[in-house]
């Protein structure tokens, strides 16, 4: 090779290195951190503008009054991005007062009711699409009923009048293709409800802490999460491996089971482990994100288990019914009497 030559060729390589670097840097930057508002003595919330809050104390800051908000500076996402808030507080409550009902708005636009009996760290809300395009602060309002203090209880000589403690606030952006964040999955692939399984990352609500051979779903309902890829023009087949629980008047245990909220089937389980299969139809599978919901009819509660027990789930698996859409398209011919001349059609696809 001359020297102009491997000229030419080292400058086209670096080029294309370069253009490539250049593009991955650019998706890297797409990728947004969540933020993460942390209201403690240690935190970071003197940062952020904030009212209606009182002083940090070492885990929490309390809001004070009927109202308090918090300025959030919100990034440039695209346009597949939707941005998230989640919020980890508690509500103050006593003997006269087992709730409280907590309106948030943004920017003063009302989003949504929380209405809060218990501490969680899963209190979430998505921001308003338009609202990335015309602004990049969001206020974020709380407004809390019936604020009472502890003096007006006679709890305490606490004269503030409380309405929710906040640990923290965090902004994160999802994909609107998967706006749960359900964890990807690939067909095929079999889920493992034992102790020394990977489950956990796809089992969503309503499920007992795995044992050594299975996951008992503890209650009526339990809740699984799919993202599954590249699902069009497949047919899916739902596989589950388990065992059930019933009262010795009934026979089995009745199992139904929703995709994407609509109701497929109802298995009837028995004591014995076995598989339950279901096909779901391709018009459930959306942009790839599966629901998978199980309602036990009756659980059972036992003497010594404080769980009301139903169905108990050994694994759990997606196949792809390869060939199903071959198989109707022949149902057809013949149900229509066109059966196509196939040694014709063969010879013809060999010269293509």
């Not at 808030?85 to 103050?92: G, K, L, M, N």
């Not at 809390?144 to 929710?164: C, F, Q, V, W």
């Not at 409800?193 to 499920?207: C, R, V």
């Not at 995709?259 to 959306?286: C, Q, R």
Request: aromatic share 12%; proline share 4%.
């Amino acid at each position: 090779m001359t020297k102009s030559k491997k000229f030419v060729f080292f400058g086209i390589a670096f080029i294309v290195v370069l253009i490539g670097c250049v593009l991955f840097f650019n998706k890297q930057a797409s990728v947004m951190q969540d933020l993460t508002i942390v209201f403690n003595k240690s935190g970071n919330m003197s940062e952020y503008k904030t009212t209606g809050f009182s002083q940090p104390e070492s885990n929490f800051t309390w809001t004070e009054g009927e109202e308090a908000s918090v300025e959030i500076p919100l990034p440039e996402v695209q346009e597949n991005v939707f941005l998230r808030v989640s919020f980890d507080a508690c509500p103050f409550v006593a003997k006269n007062i087992k709730k409280r009902t907590v309106k948030v708005f943004v920017n003063d636009e009302f989003i949504k009711d929380f209405v809060m009996t218990e501490c969680s760290d899963n209190f979430v809300f998505d921001l308003p699409h338009d609202l990335q395009k015309l602004g990049r602060t969001a206020n974020i309002k709380f407004r809390i009923s019936t604020a009472k203090s502890p003096k007006e209880l006679k709890l305490s000589n606490d004269s503030r009048k409380l309405g929710i403690s906040v640990k923290k606030i965090v902004l994160s952006a999802g994909n609107k293709d998967n706006p749960d964040a359900f964890s990807v999955y690939e067909i095929g692939n079999k889920i493992d409800f034992t102790s020394k399984g990977d489950s956990l990352p796809y089992a969503k609500s309503g499920w007992s802490k795995p044992e050594q051979n299975f996951t008992w779903i503890d209650g009526h309902d339990a809740y699984m999460g799919l993202f599954v890829k590249n699902l069009k023009g497949k047919v899916l087949r739902l596989e589950v491996e388990g065992k059930g629980i019933f009262n010795p008047v009934e026979k089995n245990q009745k199992v139904t089971v929703f995709v994407n909220n609509v109701e497929l089937t109802t298995w009837d389980v028995s004591s014995e482990l076995a598989m339950y299969a279901v096909k779901i139809p391709e018009k459930l599978f959306g942009t790839g994100a599966l629901q998978i919901r199980f309602h036990i009819a009756k659980p059972v509660s036992l003497t010594t288990d404080p769980r009301k027990l139903g169905f108990a789930v050994r694994s759990v698996k997606l196949s792809s019914l390869f060939g199903a859409k071959t198989k109707n398209k022949i149902a057809n011919w013949f149900k229509n009497k066109v059966v196509p001349d196939l040694k014709s059609e063969q010879m013809a696809e060999n010269n293509k």
